[in-house]
């Protein structure tokens, strides 16, 4: 069987991903992506596809992003056989934590990473289901930095492009597996 496109791989995603307009708020498309979740068949084929997309770059972790990054870090973490991670909102992990508080577009919030998590030099993916405005990712970033680890590269399932959160975060390597 040939290997399936980017091109392919992002149609048959996108046509499970769900638009649901005016969520959390007024103005906000949300994109949902429950659907694909629920789709074995294309959830599996997107799964591996990111996956393939890092073999052989030596991650040794895959941090996912509360709470949607945790669904799809976890499966990329065990095809890369690298650890999962966890970032979590503020209280919510039980050992000893370094914390990063950013801006959001009303108000502020804080994420938190265990200071034992990454070690000095290792290579980490950091995914997320939706890169908007990108302070979530490069709060992140910088906790990884903190640890003095990688930032090998950052994987999104979703890049809304118009919001441009691509350039918060210019120095890093991304990939999206689809773009709106
Ligand atoms: P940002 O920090 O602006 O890049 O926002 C990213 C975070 O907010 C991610 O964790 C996403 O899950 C969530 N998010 C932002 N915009 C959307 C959207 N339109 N649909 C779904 N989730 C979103």
């Given at each position: 069987?040939?290997?399936?496109?980017?091109?392919?791989?992002?149609?048959?995603?996108?046509?499970?991903?769900?638009?649901?307009?005016?969520f959390?708020?007024?103005?906000?498309?949300?994109k949902?992506?429950?659907?694909?979740?629920?789709?074995?068949?294309?959830?599996?084929?997107?799964?591996?596809?990111?996956?393939?997309?890092?073999?052989?770059?030596?991650?040794?972790?895959?941090?996912?992003?509360?709470?949607?990054g945790?669904?799809?870090?976890?499966?990329?973490?065990?095809?890369?056989?690298?650890?999962?991670?966890?970032?979590?909102?503020?209280?919510?992990?039980?050992?000893?934590?370094?914390?990063?508080?950013?801006d959001?577009?009303?108000?502020?919030?804080?994420?938190?990473?265990?200071?034992?998590?990454?070690?000095?030099?290792?290579?980490?993916?950091?995914?997320?289901?939706?890169?908007?405005?990108?302070?979530?990712?490069?709060?992140?970033?910088?906790?990884?930095?903190?640890?003095?680890?990688?930032?090998?590269?950052?994987?999104?399932?979703?890049?809304?492009?118009?919001?441009?959160g691509?350039?918060?975060?210019?120095?890093?390597?991304?990939?999206?597996?689809?773009?709106?």
């Amino acid at each position: 069987m040939n290997k399936i496109t980017l091109d392919e791989i992002s149609q048959q995603t996108k046509a499970v991903i769900r638009d649901i307009p005016d969520f959390p708020k007024k103005g906000i498309i949300f994109k949902d992506i429950m659907p694909l979740l629920a789709n074995h068949d294309v959830f599996s084929k997107t799964i591996k596809f990111m996956a393939d997309h890092y073999r052989g770059r030596g991650i040794t972790k895959v941090i996912g992003i509360e709470a949607r990054g945790f669904i799809l870090a976890a499966p990329i973490a065990i095809e890369l056989q690298a650890g999962m991670i966890p970032v979590r909102k503020k209280g919510k992990l039980p050992y000893k934590t370094i914390s990063k508080t950013y801006d959001l577009e009303y108000g502020q919030d804080t994420l938190e990473i265990h200071e034992d998590a990454v070690k000095p030099g290792e290579k980490v993916l950091i995914v997320d289901d939706v890169l908007a405005t990108g302070g979530t990712i490069k709060a992140v970033c910088e906790l990884v930095e903190k640890l003095n680890a990688k930032v090998e590269s950052i994987a999104m399932l979703i890049e809304l492009d118009f919001l441009k959160g691509r350039e918060k975060i210019s120095g890093h390597d991304l990939f999206s597996l689809i773009k709106y």
